[in-house]
């Protein structure tokens, strides 16, 4: 099956400042690469997907991109503010399949 | 739009004690989903029900049943609950017209078993 690593586990950025958290997957059926950000009490939250037939997909501050050959794929936060403080996760999936794999998260504090 | 709905948001139980997690989506969609997710180790899933009337197991199931009582409605059973099972249980669904994968997440029931 498929399995889904991500690094690092917690990220400490200074308010402004640049954030990004890798996953790496093993499967090279996966097609579909959401990520997810998670604060203190809640359910997951999707910001930002990507599919296999896309490089590379921005969202104001947040962008992801997707290397198929390495089977990697990153998400970027610029810009970053108190707010994005939170636990983020990467996920993959393969076509046609009802199944999410999860990465272990990263916590990401920003500083003021 | 109430999105996916858990109830409760929190329960206690004692060893062998059963009890039922509600979890519904007012979104129209076709699958939903049940994960646990304990420190460190993400989100697992336990069963999915891909349309209403089909269940299937996750990654892990043991210790646990579903009930896919109608289109809006999932519900997860532990029939007989261990301490191995205190963890935060998600439900999500997901819309047929965006692929199936993109799923949505519900609050949350947090399951402490002494």
């Known amino acids: 099956g498929e399995n889904v690593e991500q690094h690092p586990s917690t990220l400490s950025v200074q308010e402004g400042d640049s954030a990004v958290i890798k996953c790496t997957y093993s499967?090279?059926?996966?097609?579909?690469f959401p990520w997810y950000k998670q604060e203190l009490g809640k359910g997951p939250q999707l910001i930002i997907d990507i599919r296999s037939n896309v490089g590379e997909k921005k969202d104001q501050r947040i962008a992801v991109t997707l290397n198929k050959t390495a089977k990697h794929f990153s998400l970027h936060i610029t810009e970053t503010q108190p707010e994005d403080s939170a636990v983020y996760f990467c996920?993959?999936?393969?076509?046609?399949?009802?199944?999410?794999?999860f990465g272990k998260g990263t916590k990401l504090s920003v500083i003021p | 739009n109430a999105g996916v709905t858990q109830t409760p948001k929190f329960q206690v139980l004692k060893t062998g004690q059963s009890m039922t997690l509600q979890c519904a989506q007012d979104?129209?969609?076709?699958?939903m989903y049940w994960y646990r997710q304990d420190p460190g180790m993400g989100l697992r899933l336990i069963y999915y029900s891909a349309s209403e009337g089909t269940t299937d197991k996750g990654e892990v199931p043991n210790g646990y049943n579903v009930s896919r009582l109608n289109k809006r409605e999932f519900s997860l059973r532990l029939e007989s609950a261990a301490p191995s099972q205190t963890s935060v249980y998600f439900c999500?669904?997901?819309?047929?017209?965006?692929?199936?994968?993109?799923?949505?997440f519900g609050p949350g029931t947090r399951l402490l078993v002494l």
């Open positions: 499967d090279s059926a996966s097609n579909y």
């Open positions: 999500a669904s997901s819309p047929p017209r965006t692929g199936r994968e993109t799923q949505y």
């Open positions: 979104m129209n969609h076709n699958s």
């Open positions: 996920a993959a999936s393969g076509a046609g399949s009802y199944q999410l794999t």
